[in-house]
């Protein structure tokens, strides 16, 4: 069966092409298409270098996408087909224009022989994985909040939220997933995304982001060590996420490290369900 690989440097050509398909399970596919929809407004969002765009196709229909904005690691959609075939197409076509990538994240049924085959093919390792699971929120349970109130962060804050960003990057990538460039959690907070569960003082944050049609992600989700055990981070999700339903979305999604099971156990406690598996690979940038 011949591929057909088609490569885009716009968003809007790439979302044109795949939009039908993401749309179709914007929880699955949230990663790639709210990333995408964000880069349709500002196609430097996540850098100076140029995103670029790709999907494989046969006579059935598209199989499957990919995209990367640098420095990045290259993530990945699969819709049908046989994912170790579809993942040899990709690589070749990659491989064209770039050798060198830190590494790739997205639907683990192609993922896994991504990874294990541009390894082969570039003489590189695996430096990390990050096991994790989709889920979707679409009705809070009844669950008791903790002392305190949720509030949006502000300038004053931004001190504060940078030391916790990196911590939050620090215990999420640290130990397990190398090659992860750390976000500025600045122009979150200007563009009122991030917000805080404060109880006398800030105790917990979380944020949104990603928004698409019907759903809207909710991200960097950190607590200090001093405050946890207290359940902050769960008063401070929920009441966000209750915020964001009653402002018009259908569902929330998040994305969980499934070697964590405290905050596995935070999401399933205030309703979360679910969707499916997803991993995340970090790449040796030396030769084996």
């Not at 990538?173 to 460039?181: G, K, L, R, V």
Request: a negative charge; one cysteine or more.
């Amino acid at each position: 069966m011949t591929m057909k690989v088609e490569l885009f440097s716009k968003s809007t050509d790439f979302l044109s092409c795949t939009g039908h398909l993401l749309t179709s399970d914007e929880a699955r596919y949230g990663l790639i298409y709210g990333i995408a929809k964000r880069l349709v407004d500002n196609p430097h969002a996540y850098g100076n270098v140029e995103p670029w765009f790709c999907t494989v196709s046969d006579e059935k229909g598209l199989r499957a996408t990919a995209m990367r904005t640098p420095p990045f690691k290259v993530l990945l959609a699969y819709f049908s087909g046989d994912p170790a075939y579809i993942a040899d197409v990709l690589i070749d076509s990659i491989s064209e224009f770039s050798d060198t990538i830190p590494g790739v994240n997205g639907d683990i049924e192609i993922v896994d022989s991504f990874a294990e085959r541009w390894c082969a093919k570039h003489k590189i390792t695996i430096e990390g994985i990050m096991a994790q699971r989709v889920h979707r929120l679409r009705k809070i349970n009844n669950i008791t909040f903790a002392l305190g109130k949720l509030r949006l962060a502000s300038e004053k804050d931004k001190e504060l939220l940078t030391r916790w960003a990196h911590s939050f990057h620090e215990d999420v990538y640290a130990s397990s997933n190398q090659n992860t460039p750390e976000d500025d959690i600045t122009p979150k907070i200007d563009k009122r995304e991030v917000y805080l569960w404060e109880d006398g003082v800030p105790v917990s944050m979380a944020a949104k982001a990603r928004p698409t049609e019907n759903g809207i992600t909710i991200n960097s989700v950190y607590t200090p060590p001093e405050f946890r055990n207290r359940g902050y981070a769960t008063s401070c999700v929920a009441m966000l996420c209750r915020e964001l339903l009653g402002s018009g979305y259908n569902f929330c999604m998040l994305y969980t490290d499934l070697a964590n099971p405290t905050s596995n156990s935070i999401y399933k406690k205030i309703g979360f369900k679910e969707v499916c598996d997803s991993v995340e690979y970090s790449f040796s940038t030396h030769l084996k």
